[in-house]
């Protein structure tokens, strides 16, 4: 990477690159670790790409700070030395993006042993979500430009942009069909507005000493059902954990999962009868996403988890992504 753009970003942001430590996992994006008034902080170069605008990385970076500063527990952006929430730098490969956050304590979720999670932690996962819903219910962006896309507008995991082979046409109808019924729900505030959108055990780090969740990479957030984040999440817990009896896992995680989240946030119940139809719809989504990279010999991969027990099959034959009484879950999660 060229020294002078590592130059003005850390200057930018009140540091120098012998202060900088390199961090894996930073996707495309170039990332280093840094101490600023005693705390640790994350710098992320983000490369010339049509997708990442000033503005767009703008509007999540202001959203991610008005959930910090009403108390969600998300990794923190920094203002720049110039009290800019993003930085840019311009040269012949086009624009590149610079901003910073505060770093998460723990470690990704995702590399956490199962037996370390506990009720508590799945709790305070549900708390996280909870918040995060609560306050999107008030969220006004304070410029126009700050406005986030609704979820079919653009490329995510809801909504994928690859598209199926022409033998893939019953996943194509169940995929049709599953958005056509959610279409018709309803999108008052308490339902709809500003979700994470890829809330995985990728996207947030857990402190297994202090009990705690910190969530983190924000850009896919978009305008959607609140129940889209509930059932992602869940998804994922059961490929990242393929438990014996996963519906006993997907119980004991959901009913804890769901007392944290109403702490923060109120659940009608006819909201919960839904999360079958999110869990379809983000089921295929991935789907769309994955099988073509699904390699059988691989089996201890996320997408060979994912892809285990026939999934294509599956859908086509219209199965639930897992068979639970969630009506009866939310009940026992209401239980003091």
Known sequence: MENRLIEHAAACFGTSPSKLTPLQGGNFSTVFEFLHEDRRYVLRLIPPHEEYTVEAVAAIQAWVSYLAAHGAPVADPLLSENKRLVEVYDD???RHLIVATTKAPGILAETLELSQWNETLFERLGQAAGKLHALAAHYEPSRPEYRRPHWDEVPNCHNPEETLDETHGHVARQYAAVRGRIATLPKGREHYGMIHADFHAANFFVDAVTQTITVFDFDDCVYGWYMMDVALVLLDMLVVYPYADKAQFAKRFLTHFLRGYLEEKPLEPVWITQL?????LAEIGLYTMVYRYHDPEDAGSWIGKFMSG???????NGLPYIDLDFAGILRDAQQP
């Open 92 to 94: 012949d490969a086009g």
């Open 310 to 316: 026939n999934r294509r099959a599956r859908i086509e």
């Open 276 to 280: 079958p139809e999110f869990l379809t």
